[in-house]
């Protein structure tokens, strides 16, 4: 069972799934507990799609860095040469999937 702790209003602020200080226990399937976790999810959602754009504009600075010869691919640690070049390689993968020609930034 889920337990709760709530703010002076009432609504819930933490979850729990063992009990402790402040917390009350609640049904898990309480509309007001499923609420809670539903607006969670769409937050954790917007990071990450907010966290994804950056990842990309990060990548094309990374380019940009090397293209002006500012940096050497190789001097970046290997795990962050090993990442950069799966993502190269899934994108130029997308790309070649894109028969449409639509923009592949939201995939």
């Given at each position: 069972?889920?337990?709760?702790?709530?703010?002076?209003?009432?609504?819930?602020?933490?979850?729990n799934l063992e009990p402790?200080?402040?917390?009350?226990?609640?049904?898990?399937?309480?509309?007001?507990?499923?609420a809670f976790m539903h607006?969670?999810?769409?937050?954790?959602?917007?990071?990450?799609?907010?966290?994804?754009?950056?990842?990309?504009?990060?990548?094309?600075?990374?380019?940009?860095?090397?293209?002006?010869?500012?940096?050497?691919?190789?001097?970046?640690?290997?795990?962050?040469?090993?990442?950069?070049?799966?993502?190269r390689s899934i994108r130029?993968?997308?790309?070649?999937?894109?028969?449409?020609?639509?923009?592949?930034?939201?995939?």
């Amino acid at each position: 069972m889920p337990y709760v702790k709530r703010d002076e209003q009432g609504r819930i602020t933490t979850v729990n799934l063992e009990p402790g200080d402040g917390l009350v226990e609640l049904a898990p399937n309480a509309p007001e507990l499923l609420a809670f976790m539903h607006m969670l999810g769409q937050e954790q959602s917007t990071l990450q799609q907010s966290d994804m754009r950056l990842v990309r504009v990060l990548e094309d600075l990374i380019d940009l860095l090397i293209d002006r010869d500012v940096i050497r691919f190789t001097d970046l640690p290997l795990p962050a040469q090993e990442k950069l070049m799966e993502r190269r390689s899934i994108r130029q993968s997308l790309g070649a999937l894109d028969l449409l020609g639509g923009d592949n930034e939201t995939i």
